[in-house]
């Protein structure tokens, strides 16, 4: 059995004396005193070899330690006192001094896109308002015709503080702030974070994008809804499409519908955006429920209104051939970058 | 919800094509997810006849059988189960053709001629397994002897069929339309045609009233508020056995599995009308209820808490006391409209039942669906709200099949807890509203005879108000707009002519924020930088490696994981998080930003809701060697780039180690953790003599940087836009530069270092500062040699006069002025 002993020794002596580096270049690298010792086992006597061995390990577990302790030490070591007033640090080259990067950068894609909405919708007359990101529940449910325990809940699929604050499942949740804050005419679009409660995958998302509308006067019609939605949605896609009105259920409207335009892209052939149905299925949209009207103080023998909702990432991702919601929030920059 | 069209099509005219049909229902009624005939998964499978059967030489557990499909050719298949005998009809699956239970599922399995221990095997003969029309997998399915040989299996089975998915989500508010019938109903009123309920649905046929032998039980409603209606009758003398071909083909193509002859005409009766029905052994009732045995007993109550019930999917289910259940006088029996239990199941040895039609709150229904986790086709039915008009037709209807199929009898007095009766309700509409509000022009015959189509009924009408009777079995109609609904629907939204509103010209503009916002984004994007938006939720892990402290979050009662489960008190969190990441995929040198709202869980606005105000968080990392010094000058640099350009140029610096900690706002304070305290500084600004703190700006905390992995040179800034809002000034004054020339000069400052940059720079500017001279001031250079206590600031001071040429002597005078001035704070030049 070659002599680990004195090997014991100075490593127990340098362990004292030599700062990390040294010890790495004396002990741990290619040519290192224990790198050595360990390919050496190979030629040590069968029935020492595990004595050796751990005599070894334990050696090098001893110099281990202290280039860990050294690693954190360093790192954790405060960084010196600055003057912040100044414009650059003491003794800094004039080529190294803060500059602003050469690069062309971004931002965000859906952010352009509500950029683009706030546009269209303000020429058409409509304020902005944007969406609370934690609300209650009298804001998300019980003023927009949910009350407790209604299974109409179930189709969003909320989040809950420990507190009970609810997250929004919809922008609606802004809906009884807007009918009460001015009298009609209300022209409001409401852009906002909203989040659903479920597992993602690459065409589902827990935080998501929405655009909400509501409009408020006498004699508003389901035939201005249609109207108004078409010519937003035109200006947008500029494109002419055909249109299509599904029935659904919507709690908080009456009538309900489901707006869905013809594929821009295939001209109703059918393509992969649109699922090979010839039709894109945008957004629900309805007539105001009288209920809602009035917990906003508004007297549904008076006015009437209308209101729609639509997904934005889903447009952005039409929009802009984007195949995976979840690229929308992973914050890689070499994503953002091609956008 | 699972419509088949040839079970419609027994209620109703359907037009010839199919696609027809589908798009009625697609803009009538809602959104169809699919449509397919069932019979394509039956393509290769047809009748066939065991025409000779003999062993298999080399196997014991093989027969052979000679079959036919034409009673002309012989065709030779090997099967497991040598039960069958010569004569015995079967369903054979032609080689090509693939198992109908693999049908459209990942893995299709396709069948082939193949050697079966040296004999060849051309085809197979299916189980019910797989035929995917019941669970038995060991025994090939014995056809009844009437079954056509050659015929298509589909077509015997009564499974050449289209069958419709309607997305449930559309029809939530309308549990008449988890039935065939309402469905029909809806088709018939879209084509114009006047639908007419069965007389079955519309109201008993029968007398419900017992022939001989008696079963004596009684019911107990303890729960009428949750239990508004409870229908039951015994039968006896009941045949358990598989239903006729017809009913199970029902059953299947709504995707039901057929179990016996009285299970599933309850389940018929359920996919028909929508309205769940139930059968209890009534032996079993008897026999599990060991207190009074003389007669049986139900019982609808709120479950004891602890009570338990094993149901009929095997599970044993804790219940508490907002469950209500169906129980004898002991023990439950049922889950109430949810399901039943193991029990009191029907089995072959049943003679007696006990027939269940019953109404129950959907609001305490739903909770214990979701609480036990427990849906079913009834509770799904339940909550869609149905009608407790609807429970004794129905009830008696299912009286009628059982005698006819299963040689059933009345064998008590029906049993009809009702407490409040439901009235008929008339609702009357204004037509003229009604058009406004529609974009429509219907007079009233054109109104009355599309809602009488769908069985509303015209009781009276007086000028523009025209009355309805509502019909029983809707449970959604409250108000008017209830049946506008129902109007724009089957007369078609597509009949709407588009309108956009008449409206008063009114300018509108985007709010301040937004504007702020977007000008900050064009800034940083036009920067280098990139916008990254992200998650509101982060984890207790990531919390810890930022320094922050977990408890002043939200937190999310039901996150999706745990490294979800807290809404962020700051932006940079998040940010950090993504720094790491873009490190990792190989970018060295970065600036990303994000605009969003952060949320601490005591910080409350005047709505008692957690305060929302929209901050940009920045952060930078680099690990080539373009820059050195503290990296907190090059925050500092992105941060005054943001701010100058929206004119916000009076800014202060005041180090983190510094501060006055009391009167540093909260949000501040919290991020302080994740800075560096020496190399860190709390910025902000002075509008008329009040100090408003913008945020924080400066180098990621070393131990945050260890955690993370992170590149040394990582620095940050985060501010509170809302303030930055309140310090915009709007007004821009206009200083017409000077047409005389400058004179330049560069001057060392030898400065101690307790003294700042920034007071060095205002003495300057004091010292030049006079009438008609403009200046120019630009730091070269800042040297320290190391151990001395003073810093070289070397300052580049371009100096002109407005009014004339200025002239070296000028300058000369300002130098002095300068040094005078500056030599009272130590510094000298």
Redesign the interface.
């Not at chain 2, 003999?54 to 497991?80: E, R, W």
């Not at chain 2, 046929?205 to 209606?229: G, H, M, V, W, Y």
């Not at chain 2, 009355?467 to 109609?477: A, E, K, L, Y």
């Given at each position: 059995m070659p002599n680990l002993s004195k090997l014991e020794t100075q490593v127990h002596k340098d362990l004292k004396s030599l700062n990390a580096q040294e010890l790495k270049k004396r002990y741990l690298s290619k040519e290192g005193l224990l790198t050595k010792e360990f390919a050496n086992i190979k030629n040590v006597p069968t029935n020492q070899k595990s004595k050796f061995g751990k005599r070894i390990n334990k050696l090098k577990s001893l110099v281990d330690e202290k280039l860990n302790n050294s690693k954190?030490e360093t790192?954790?070591?405060?960084?010196?006192?600055?003057?912040?007033?100044?414009?650059?640090?003491?003794?800094?080259?004039?080529?190294?001094?803060?500059?602003?990067?050469?690069?062309?950068?971004?931002?965000?894609i859906?952010?352009q896109e509500v950029?683009r909405f706030?546009e269209i919708f303000?020429s058409m007359?409509?304020?902005?308002?944007?969406c609370?990101?934690?609300?209650?529940d009298y804001h998300m449910f019980e003023s927009l015709n949910f009350p407790?325990?209604?299974?109409?809940r179930?189709?969003f699929d909320t989040?809950?503080?420990?507190?009970g604050?609810v997250?929004p499942a919809h922008t609606s949740t802004m809906q009884n702030r807007i009918l009460k804050s001015k009298n009609p005419?209300i022209?409001t679009v409401i852009p906002g974070?909203v989040?659903r409660?479920?597992?993602?995958d690459a065409g589902h998302e827990?935080?998501l994008y929405q655009c909400e509308g509501v409009?408020v006067?006498k004699?508003?019609?389901?035939?201005?809804m249609?109207?108004?939605i078409?010519?937003f949605l035109e200006a947008y896609l500029e494109s002419k499409f055909d249109?299509?009105?599904?029935?659904?259920?919507f709690?908080f409207t009456?009538?309900?519908?489901?707006f869905a335009i013809s594929c821009p892209f295939c001209n109703k052939k059918g393509c992969s955006t649109c699922g090979y149905t010839g039709w894109i299925?945008l957004m629900g949209c309805g007539?105001i429920?009288?209920n809602v009207l009035k917990s906003a103080n508004i007297d549904p023998d008076k006015y009437?209104g209308f209101a729609w909702g639509f997904g934005v990432d889903r447009l952005t991702m039409i929009k802009n051939n984007i195949p995976e919601i979840r690229h929308?929030?992973?914050?890689?920059?070499?994503f953002?970058?091609d956008y | 919800m699972k419509l088949p069209l040839n079970i419609a099509k027994q209620y109703t005219k359907l037009p010839k094509e199919v696609k027809t049909t589908v798009e009625i229902l697609a803009s009538r009624v809602g959104e169809v997810e699919s449509y397919s005939n069932i019979s394509e998964k039956y393509k290769n499978v047809v009748i066939a006849t065991i025409k000779q059967k003999s062993d298999h030489p080399d196997a014991d557990k093989l027969a052979i059988y000679q079959i036919s499909v034409d009673n002309d050719k012989n065709i030779q298949v090997v099967a497991g189960d040598k039960t069958l005998e010569v004569g015995d009809k079967v369903a054979y699956i032609k080689p090509k053709g693939i198992v109908p239970s693999t049908y459209n599922t990942e893995k299709p399995f396709t069948i082939d001629s193949v050697e079966m221990k040296g004999v060849t095997s051309n085809g197979m003969m299916c189980s019910e397994k797989e035929l995917n029309i019941g669970p038995n997998h060991e025994k090939v399915l014995k056809l009844p002897q009437d079954a056509p040989i050659g015929e298509n299996f589909s077509d015997y089975y009564e499974l050449n069929d289209t069958v419709v998915e309607i997305e449930n989500k559309a029809l939530t508010n309308r549990g008449d339309l988890f039935g065939i019938i309402g469905l029909a109903r809806e088709l018939a009123g879209s084509q114009g045609l006047q639908f007419t309920s069965p007389n079955w649905y519309k109201e008993t046929q029968i007398e419900l009233q017992p022939s001989e032998t008696c079963l004596n039980f009684d019911i107990d409603n303890q729960a009428k508020a949750l239990c508004p209606r409870y229908c039951a009758i015994a039968m006896s003398n009941i045949q358990v056995e598989d239903s006729p071909t017809w009913l199970k083909s029902a059953l299947l193509r709504s995707d039901i599995k057929p179990i016996n002859n009285i299970v599933d005409i309850t389940n018929y009766l359920m996919i028909l009308t929508g309205q769940p029905v139930h059968a209890f052994d009534f032996d079993k009732v008897m026999k599990h209820d060991t207190k009074q045995a003389d007669m049986g007993h139900i019982v609808i109550r709120t479950a004891k808490t602890g009570e338990k019930i094993h149901a009929l999917d095997g599970n044993i289910y804790e219940l508490n006391d907002r469950n209500l259940v169906i129980a004898n006088s002991q023990h439950p029996i049922a889950i109430a409209g949810i399901t039943g239990g193991i029990d009191t199941q029907i089995d072959k040895n049943t003679t007696n039942i006990i027939l269940e039609s019953a109404n129950f709150d959907r609001y305490n229904l739903r909770h214990s669906s979701m609480e036990l986790g427990i849906i079913t086709e009834a509770s799904t039915r339940y909550t869609k709200s149905q009608s407790p008009s609807m429970c004794l037709p129905i009830l008696s209807h299912a009286v009628e099949l059982i005698t006819e199929l299963c040689n059933g009898q009345i064998s008590s007095t029906l049993m009809d807890s009702y407490p409040v009766k439901e009235e008929v309700d008339q609702i009357s509409i204004n037509i003229d509203k009604l058009n406004t509000k529609l974009g429509l022009n219907l007079n009233s015959e054109e109104l009355i005879k599309l809602l009488e189509n769908i069985e509303y009924k015209n009781t009276d009408s007086k000028d523009k108000y025209i009355t309805f009777q509502i019909p029983v079995f809707r449970q959604d109609i409250e108000i008017e707009e209830d049946i506008y609904e129902d109007v724009a629907r089957i007369y078609g939204y597509e009949k709407i002519i588009p309108v956009l509103p008449e409206k008063a010209i009114t300018a509108t503009s985007l709010p301040k924020m937004m504007t702020l916002k977007n000008n900050i984004r064009n800034i940083l994007s036009n920067s280098g930088c990139n916008e990254l938006l992200t998650y509101n939720f982060v984890s207790m892990d990531l919390l810890k490696k930022t320094n922050q402290d977990p408890n002043i979050c939200l937190k999310l009662k039901n996150p999706l994981s745990k490294e979800l489960e807290l809404m962020r008190p700051s932006i940079l969190i998040s940010l950090l998080e993504k720094t790491l990441l873009n490190t990792q995929e190989g970018i060295n040198s970065f600036g990303i930003f994000e605009l969003g709202l952060s949320h601490q869980k005591d910080n409350l606005d005047k709505e008692e809701l957690p305060l929302e105000e929209w901050k940009l968080s920045f952060i930078f990392s680099d690990n080539t060697d373009k820059l050195s010094g503290s990296p907190f000058f090059q925050s500092k640099r992105y941060l005054e780039q943001v701010l100058h350009k929206i004119d916000i140029k009076n800014l202060s610096y005041e180090l983190a180690t510094d501060i006055d900690y009391n009167s540093t706002p909260v949000w501040v304070k919290t991020l302080l953790n994740s800075f560096e305290s020496n190399s860190s500084a709390v910025v902000s600004t002075v509008v008329g003599k009040t100090k408003v703190v913008l945020g924080i700006v400066g180098e990621i905390n070393n131990e945050v940087k260890h955690n993370l992995s992170l590149n040394d040179y990582s620095c940050a800034f985060e501010i509170n836009l809302e303030s930055v809002l309140q310090v915009k000034s709007h007004s821009k004054k206009y200083v017409e530069s000077s047409k005389f020339p400058y004179i330049t000069q560069d001057i060392c400052f030898v400065t101690p270092t307790k003294v700042t940059y920034a007071e060095l720079l205002l003495t300057v500017k004091k010292a030049i500062e006079k009438e008609n001279i403009q200046s120019n001031i630009e730091c070269i250079d800042i040297y320290m040699k190391e151990g001395n206590d003073t810093r070289n600031i070397t300052l580049r001071i371009s100096i002109t006069n407005t009014t004339k040429t200025l002239k070296d002597k000028d300058y000369q005078k300002i130098r002095e002025r300068i040094s005078k001035k500056i030599a009272k704070i130590d510094i000298s030049m």
């Amino acid at each position: 059995m070659p002599n680990l002993s004195k090997l014991e020794t100075q490593v127990h002596k340098d362990l004292k004396s030599l700062n990390a580096q040294e010890l790495k270049k004396r002990y741990l690298s290619k040519e290192g005193l224990l790198t050595k010792e360990f390919a050496n086992i190979k030629n040590v006597p069968t029935n020492q070899k595990s004595k050796f061995g751990k005599r070894i390990n334990k050696l090098k577990s001893l110099v281990d330690e202290k280039l860990n302790n050294s690693k954190t030490e360093t790192k954790i070591k405060k960084s010196s006192r600055i003057d912040p007033t100044a414009p650059f640090d003491c003794n800094t080259q004039t080529d190294k001094r803060p500059h602003i990067l050469d690069l062309q950068g971004s931002s965000h894609i859906l952010m352009q896109e509500v950029n683009r909405f706030n546009e269209i919708f303000t020429s058409m007359g409509f304020d902005i308002v944007e969406c609370r990101q934690v609300d209650d529940d009298y804001h998300m449910f019980e003023s927009l015709n949910f009350p407790k325990g209604h299974p109409a809940r179930d189709m969003f699929d909320t989040f809950w503080t420990e507190d009970g604050f609810v997250l929004p499942a919809h922008t609606s949740t802004m809906q009884n702030r807007i009918l009460k804050s001015k009298n009609p005419p209300i022209r409001t679009v409401i852009p906002g974070r909203v989040y659903r409660n479920e597992a993602t995958d690459a065409g589902h998302e827990h935080t998501l994008y929405q655009c909400e509308g509501v409009y408020v006067d006498k004699n508003v019609s389901v035939a201005n809804m249609i109207a108004t939605i078409k010519e937003f949605l035109e200006a947008y896609l500029e494109s002419k499409f055909d249109i299509k009105i599904q029935p659904a259920y919507f709690p908080f409207t009456e009538p309900d519908c489901e707006f869905a335009i013809s594929c821009p892209f295939c001209n109703k052939k059918g393509c992969s955006t649109c699922g090979y149905t010839g039709w894109i299925e945008l957004m629900g949209c309805g007539m105001i429920h009288p209920n809602v009207l009035k917990s906003a103080n508004i007297d549904p023998d008076k006015y009437s209104g209308f209101a729609w909702g639509f997904g934005v990432d889903r447009l952005t991702m039409i929009k802009n051939n984007i195949p995976e919601i979840r690229h929308l929030r992973a914050g890689s920059i070499k994503f953002l970058r091609d956008y | 919800m699972k419509l088949p069209l040839n079970i419609a099509k027994q209620y109703t005219k359907l037009p010839k094509e199919v696609k027809t049909t589908v798009e009625i229902l697609a803009s009538r009624v809602g959104e169809v997810e699919s449509y397919s005939n069932i019979s394509e998964k039956y393509k290769n499978v047809v009748i066939a006849t065991i025409k000779q059967k003999s062993d298999h030489p080399d196997a014991d557990k093989l027969a052979i059988y000679q079959i036919s499909v034409d009673n002309d050719k012989n065709i030779q298949v090997v099967a497991g189960d040598k039960t069958l005998e010569v004569g015995d009809k079967v369903a054979y699956i032609k080689p090509k053709g693939i198992v109908p239970s693999t049908y459209n599922t990942e893995k299709p399995f396709t069948i082939d001629s193949v050697e079966m221990k040296g004999v060849t095997s051309n085809g197979m003969m299916c189980s019910e397994k797989e035929l995917n029309i019941g669970p038995n997998h060991e025994k090939v399915l014995k056809l009844p002897q009437d079954a056509p040989i050659g015929e298509n299996f589909s077509d015997y089975y009564e499974l050449n069929d289209t069958v419709v998915e309607i997305e449930n989500k559309a029809l939530t508010n309308r549990g008449d339309l988890f039935g065939i019938i309402g469905l029909a109903r809806e088709l018939a009123g879209s084509q114009g045609l006047q639908f007419t309920s069965p007389n079955w649905y519309k109201e008993t046929q029968i007398e419900l009233q017992p022939s001989e032998t008696c079963l004596n039980f009684d019911i107990d409603n303890q729960a009428k508020a949750l239990c508004p209606r409870y229908c039951a009758i015994a039968m006896s003398n009941i045949q358990v056995e598989d239903s006729p071909t017809w009913l199970k083909s029902a059953l299947l193509r709504s995707d039901i599995k057929p179990i016996n002859n009285i299970v599933d005409i309850t389940n018929y009766l359920m996919i028909l009308t929508g309205q769940p029905v139930h059968a209890f052994d009534f032996d079993k009732v008897m026999k599990h209820d060991t207190k009074q045995a003389d007669m049986g007993h139900i019982v609808i109550r709120t479950a004891k808490t602890g009570e338990k019930i094993h149901a009929l999917d095997g599970n044993i289910y804790e219940l508490n006391d907002r469950n209500l259940v169906i129980a004898n006088s002991q023990h439950p029996i049922a889950i109430a409209g949810i399901t039943g239990g193991i029990d009191t199941q029907i089995d072959k040895n049943t003679t007696n039942i006990i027939l269940e039609s019953a109404n129950f709150d959907r609001y305490n229904l739903r909770h214990s669906s979701m609480e036990l986790g427990i849906i079913t086709e009834a509770s799904t039915r339940y909550t869609k709200s149905q009608s407790p008009s609807m429970c004794l037709p129905i009830l008696s209807h299912a009286v009628e099949l059982i005698t006819e199929l299963c040689n059933g009898q009345i064998s008590s007095t029906l049993m009809d807890s009702y407490p409040v009766k439901e009235e008929v309700d008339q609702i009357s509409i204004n037509i003229d509203k009604l058009n406004t509000k529609l974009g429509l022009n219907l007079n009233s015959e054109e109104l009355i005879k599309l809602l009488e189509n769908i069985e509303y009924k015209n009781t009276d009408s007086k000028d523009k108000y025209i009355t309805f009777q509502i019909p029983v079995f809707r449970q959604d109609i409250e108000i008017e707009e209830d049946i506008y609904e129902d109007v724009a629907r089957i007369y078609g939204y597509e009949k709407i002519i588009p309108v956009l509103p008449e409206k008063a010209i009114t300018a509108t503009s985007l709010p301040k924020m937004m504007t702020l916002k977007n000008n900050i984004r064009n800034i940083l994007s036009n920067s280098g930088c990139n916008e990254l938006l992200t998650y509101n939720f982060v984890s207790m892990d990531l919390l810890k490696k930022t320094n922050q402290d977990p408890n002043i979050c939200l937190k999310l009662k039901n996150p999706l994981s745990k490294e979800l489960e807290l809404m962020r008190p700051s932006i940079l969190i998040s940010l950090l998080e993504k720094t790491l990441l873009n490190t990792q995929e190989g970018i060295n040198s970065f600036g990303i930003f994000e605009l969003g709202l952060s949320h601490q869980k005591d910080n409350l606005d005047k709505e008692e809701l957690p305060l929302e105000e929209w901050k940009l968080s920045f952060i930078f990392s680099d690990n080539t060697d373009k820059l050195s010094g503290s990296p907190f000058f090059q925050s500092k640099r992105y941060l005054e780039q943001v701010l100058h350009k929206i004119d916000i140029k009076n800014l202060s610096y005041e180090l983190a180690t510094d501060i006055d900690y009391n009167s540093t706002p909260v949000w501040v304070k919290t991020l302080l953790n994740s800075f560096e305290s020496n190399s860190s500084a709390v910025v902000s600004t002075v509008v008329g003599k009040t100090k408003v703190v913008l945020g924080i700006v400066g180098e990621i905390n070393n131990e945050v940087k260890h955690n993370l992995s992170l590149n040394d040179y990582s620095c940050a800034f985060e501010i509170n836009l809302e303030s930055v809002l309140q310090v915009k000034s709007h007004s821009k004054k206009y200083v017409e530069s000077s047409k005389f020339p400058y004179i330049t000069q560069d001057i060392c400052f030898v400065t101690p270092t307790k003294v700042t940059y920034a007071e060095l720079l205002l003495t300057v500017k004091k010292a030049i500062e006079k009438e008609n001279i403009q200046s120019n001031i630009e730091c070269i250079d800042i040297y320290m040699k190391e151990g001395n206590d003073t810093r070289n600031i070397t300052l580049r001071i371009s100096i002109t006069n407005t009014t004339k040429t200025l002239k070296d002597k000028d300058y000369q005078k300002i130098r002095e002025r300068i040094s005078k001035k500056i030599a009272k704070i130590d510094i000298s030049m």
